[in-house]
């Protein structure tokens, strides 16, 4: 019995795991990555049009985050983010990667006041990835979906993944039949024809998942859904036609500085769109049911931008948020957030908590069982398991710089949030706004003047960090012709 005593006591130290800390059973992870999804297109957040049974499931058995972000307006820097844990000014990729630089300052051709700043067209081999961090610990590692990082050569397979179902340069699914099959993708072989993209890369998901059952696995499945362009499904497109005539709805448009933006969700195709990749997230979390894998699963779903709400269609409106994808406003870079780990995260829990995506990196690594501050690694985010716990992490400041001119309209600028605090410095008109998000999430009230001592220490705080980032800037453009239409402006939608 003493010996017995003995070995107990020895062991009781083992027995209670701390965070961080190596777990009886490794860790299972499926990130869904969603191309565009505004925060409010999901009905957990608010949506009343679109229907998202399966996400909904997600954020009642885990934590839905009300305060998270994306690191950037727009896809391939916030991807970067997600990818490495920097920002994505340390990576060089700030804007969307176009083809031979269509986007940067050297083919320019739009009538803006300014020039964009340089934009890496790829992801460094060099850096570090979530996908060659796991892989070293032993996990299975495993794309799907879009990538929009680089060329060939610098897809998923040379980033760390062992499997990439999809994975390309493009920015959407702009071979063969677009959504549907054939493809004409060189990383994922044609399946039957009409196959729809958002089932088949579920499909591939629950297999790999199945394949890999009885080892630690990363799944990472990065929805091309519900990017352009607008296709979908026709039975979901027919459900949603009498949705729209049953409740009687009707598009309505409201003004972002140059652009048309959407007031209301009632995009028919859009919400069949978000449906389709609903029913693919449920089919991926049915697999982990049926293998019994839930428990020791975690699952994070969320999106790389905001909603599309000013351009190609505008199919989605962010209200009570503003602006939308490219923007520098809560629209555009406020996401939807939802994680699920049942054996660490209470079912129904609301994390107010802001957060980005470098926070992803050493979220996962910790959740892995390895540390999230591995010393001499270059780390922009913290690990979220402390306030997943009901615990807090000291406030710190988030911070985005785009010195670009997007598609949808945006300007360049830069931005800082603190707290309740946000300001956005706008560098075409030198103009700054300062707004008070606890009581102002629609950034509706510029508290500038009111406050223009809290103004002046965000600005600091946050020219600081640009000097720290080393950050671009855009250069005047010497063709700029202000007699001319703005390079900004799109055509008007409805009446002035």
Not at 351 to 357: E, L
Request: glycine share 10%.
């Amino acid at each position: 019995m003493r010996s017995f005593a003995l070995f107990f006591c020895l062991l009781l130290p083992w027995m209670v795991i701390p965070a961080g800390a190596a777990h009886a059973q490794p860790t299972n992870i499926v990130f869904f990555l969603v191309d565009d999804l505004g925060q409010r297109d999901i009905a957990a957040y608010g949506s009343t049009f679109y229907e998202t049974p399966h996400v909904d499931r997600l954020a009642r058995e885990g934590a839905l985050f009300t305060d998270a972000y994306a690191a950037a307006p727009v896809c391939s820097p916030s991807r970067a983010s997600i990818m490495t844990g920097l920002w994505p000014q340390r990576t060089g990729i700030t804007d969307f990667i176009q083809p031979n630089d269509g986007n940067g300052p050297a083919k320019w051709k739009r009538n803006t006041t300014f020039k964009p700043a340089p934009n890496q067209d790829r992801l460094s081999l060099d850096s570090p990835t979530l996908a060659k961090a796991l892989r070293s610990r032993g996990y299975a590692t495993f794309f799907a979906g879009k990538w929009h990082l680089g060329p060939e050569g610098f897809w998923p397979e040379n980033q760390g993944f062992e499997i990439n179902k999809g994975g390309i340069d493009a920015g959407g699914p702009y071979g063969g039949k677009k959504y549907f099959s054939p493809y004409q993708n060189p990383r994922l072989p044609d399946g039957p024809e009409g196959e729809h993209l958002p089932d088949r890369l579920a499909r591939e998901t629950a297999q790999f998942i199945e394949a890999n059952r009885d080892r630690p696995f990363f799944a990472y499945l990065s929805f091309y859904s519900v990017h352009t362009p607008l296709m979908a499904r026709e039975d979901l497109k027919k459900k949603y036609e009498a949705k729209h005539a049953r409740l009687g709805l009707a598009p309505a448009w409201g003004r972002e500085g140059e652009r048309d933006v959407r007031l209301v969700q009632e995009h028919v195709v859009y919400a069949a769109m978000v449906e389709a990749m609903d029913l693919a997230v449920g089919r991926v979390l049915a697999k982990l049911d049926e293998l019994g894998l839930t428990e020791r699963t975690l699952v994070i779903f969320t999106s790389d931008n905001g909603g599309l709400s000013t351009s190609e269609g505008s199919p989605t409106s962010n209200l009570p948020l503003r602006g939308g994808k490219g923007w520098m406003y809560e629209g555009g870079i406020r996401v939807p957030l939802v994680m699920r780990w049942p054996a660490h995260i209470a079912p129904g829990s609301i994390v107010k908590t802001p957060s980005s995506g470098p926070d992803f990196f050493p979220t996962l690594l910790e959740a892995a069982g390895a540390p999230s501050d591995e010393p001499g690694a270059v780390r922009d985010g913290v690990s979220l398991l402390p306030v997943l716990q009901g615990r807090t992490i000291p406030e710190r400041a988030l911070f985005w710089h785009y010195p670009h001119y997007g598609n949808q309209g945006g300007a360049p600028g830069a931005a800082i949030r603190r707290g309740k605090w946000k300001l956005i410095e706008w560098w075409e008109d030198q103009r700054v706004e300062l707004f008070d998000l606890a009581q102002d999430p629609g950034e509706k009230t510029n508290l500038l003047n009111e406050e223009f001592k809290q103004a002046d220490a965000l600005r600091a705080e946050l020219h600081a960090w640009q000097k720290k980032m080393a950050v671009t800037f855009p250069t005047p453009n010497a063709q700029f012709d202000p007699s001319k239409t703005s390079g900004r402006a799109s055509g008007r939608r409805n009446a002035p």
